[in-house]
């Protein structure tokens, strides 16, 4: 049962132009999503987290959206720089519970 | 201040020999996770550790697979009698809040 899902496992972006990383989840009783970013041979680290309670929270070039009806957050980064280049994994958790991962997009800016 | 370190980077091993993995979590903080990732897939949870609670062991993928946290602290994910389809990233993570993890580089484990 994968109750966060990333349909899309890669995309490719002119630099300059904006990325958007779509996600999905299944269970509503998640209140806080985060997405992570992870270069070949490292850990994973965190980009930006966003609350049930907002459908907006922006830092720098990095937008998360949170559509609760729909249960569908996206992450738009703009404008997209080669070092952009990574696997992204959303994550979405309840409470104190676990966070629960999505399989990953591989985002590749080209030049 | 240092992160999540992990140890081996990288291991080998023959097909059923036991393998260790070794976490050292960021100083302070109370919880710890284990994940791994196959070629090509997400991150898979596996166990995790909070504070002395015990732990939540339900993403163990079979009974050949354990862990432990000695002393609060540094966690060692134990595989028995490794499998091809062990080989994989395992990747450990620790947090202080529950929200944001911090997660070390992984070890590569492949089983030949």
């Known amino acids: 049962d994968q109750q966060v899902k990333q349909n899309s496992p890669s995309l490719s972006v002119q630099e300059g132009r904006i990325s958007i990383l779509n996600c999905d989840y299944t269970?509503?009783?998640?209140?806080?999503f985060l997405w992570y970013k992870k270069y070949p041979a490292e850990g994973p680290t965190f980009l930006i987290s966003i609350s049930s309670i907002k459908d907006k929270n922006e830092d720098g070039r990095f937008t998360v959206f949170l559509n609760k009806s729909a249960k569908h957050l996206s992450l738009h980064i703009v404008p997209s720089q080669p070092g952009d280049s990574a696997v992204y994994f959303c994550a979405a958790k309840r409470g104190a519970q676990k966070l629960v991962f999505g399989q990953g997009t591989r985002l590749t800016i080209n030049p | 201040g240092a992160g999540v370190s992990q140890s081996p980077s990288n291991k080998v091993t023959e097909k059923g020999k036991d393998v260790e993995l070794r976490c050292d979590p960021i100083?302070?903080?109370?919880?710890l996770y284990w994940y791994r990732q196959s070629l090509g897939q997400g991150l898979e949870f596996l166990i995790y550790?909070?504070?002395?609670?015990?732990?939540?062991k339900s993403g163990l993928p079979s009974d050949r697979f354990s862990a432990e946290r000695t002393g609060g602290s540094v966690s060692t994910l134990t595989i028995q009698r490794t499998q091809q389809e062990d080989s994989a990233v395992y990747l450990c993570a620790s947090s202080l809040t529950q929200y944001e993890q911090y997660f070390g580089p992984g070890t590569r484990l492949t089983v030949t």
């Open positions: 269970n509503s009783m998640f209140d806080y």
């Open positions: 550790f909070q504070g002395n609670s015990a732990p939540d």
């Open positions: 100083s302070g903080h109370t919880a």
